[in-house]
């Protein structure tokens, strides 16, 4: 069990204290913005969990880590979340070597799509598989500790595309995003009365090397300005944050409020 005061974040009749999540599990954590977090939070001293496929690359990121933070404590493990039960398996041993896990960030996704009805189902369905269920295997995992050590920070990664139905090759991960941002509020709506807490996360278009080959758009931010923004939200911890949030809170505005044809142009 974990030993940080996650549960107690206002003793009575004191101030609010400020939670420390110290031992924290990211999945998706070999590239992109998994990595970005993972960097991040070893710079503020927390002891990491980290998951993804490519088992290589997790190991070079824990030796780079611990090499500039040697007191930390870092575990990794490869693991495809489209593998559920490895899922609850991988998380219970990484809990274990740990001594604890406060905070999950459910991440690992992919952004592949092709246009609806153009005989792509397969590269549909492994979008939707990756992004909603697998992140749904990730949440139960990782719920079902945190009841049982009645403390923990769920964080559930979605996206700006979640706001509205999106067109050609961006439909089905749309609607991935949109699926798993309303599956966190729901969690967050069950457990409300309880010291578990549940953030979604919106980030807009990142830079990374996984959106290198995409088309550049004026919104597009770099991810030494976008990371840092998504962890500053997750450890204030709020129910839900657009980051950055310039230029996207109002983007998301617009996103959701204006006609559909001008969505599906832009978009």
Sequence with gaps: MSTTPAARS???????RTTIRRNI?????????GEGMARQFAARGRNL???ARRADRLHALRDELLGEHPGLR??????????????????????????????????????KGRPIGTGRFGVNLQTASTNFTAALAQCEAAVELFRQQSAGHLVVISSMSA????PRNLTTYAASKAGVSALAEGIRAELLATP???????PGYIATELTATAARTPLMVSAEKGVPAMVRAIEAE?????????????????MRYLPLRIVARIA
């Design 10 to 16: 206002r003793p009575p009749g004191g101030p609010r």
């Design 196 to 202: 578990i807490r549940v953030t979604t996360i919106f």
């Design 238 to 254: 709020r129910a839900t944050a657009t980051v950055p949030a310039w230029p996207w809170v109002p983007a998301g505005l617009a």
């Design 49 to 51: 969990a980290l998951c």
């Design 163 to 166: 706001m509205r139905g999106l």
């Design 25 to 33: 599990l990211i999945t998706g954590a070999s590239s992109g913005l």
């Design 74 to 111: 870092i575990s990794v493990r490869a693991l495809d979340v489209n593998d559920h039960d490895e899922v609850f398996e991988s998380f219970r041993q990484l809990r274990d070597e740990l001594g604890g896990l406060d905070r999950v960030i459910v991440n690992a996704g992919i952004g």
